[in-house]
């Protein structure tokens, strides 16, 4: 019943910004925890931003502080990712996933997952 779609990537030069949106169903986010991974080609899946259910604090991974800024809308069911200045090497696919109870970054740790959004950063 949970279910997690994303939206919002494309191909955008080095410097441009992108907006990921994950909308969610089944669940409310009052109560999950959300994050945004991403996997590219020959690199194992990695956690770029969670947000905790219980007072929305966040995470970042040191690749993307200062760049990226995860949000979500309780009321809309919908978390977004803000990814500025983007780099080449932020292109990756970037799934919304989501899970209750505490955050990890381990990939292994989240139960449901969206069908990922291809992001691509190039010239």
């Known amino acids: 019943q949970v279910q997690l779609v994303e939206s919002g990537g494309g191909l955008v030069q080095p410097g441009g910004s992108l907006r990921l949106s994950c909308a969610a169903s089944?669940?409310?986010?009052?109560?999950?925890?959300i994050g945004w991974f991403r996997q590219a080609p020959g690199k194992e899946r990695e956690a770029v931003s969670c947000?905790?259910?219980?007072?929305?604090?966040?995470y970042y991974a040191d690749s993307v502080k200062g760049r990226f800024t995860i949000s979500k809308n309780n009321a809309e069911n919908t978390v977004y990712l803000q990814m500025n200045s983007l780099k080449p090497e932020d292109t990756a696919v970037y799934y919304c996933?989501?899970?209750?109870?505490?955050?990890?970054?381990?990939?292994?740790?989240?139960?449901?997952w969206g069908q990922g959004t291809q992001v691509t950063v190039s010239s």
């Open positions: 947000i905790s259910s219980s007072d929305s604090s966040t």
């Open positions: 089944g669940f409310t986010l009052d109560y999950y925890a």
């Open positions: 996933a989501t899970s209750p109870g505490l955050v990890t970054i381990d990939p292994m740790d989240w139960d449901y």
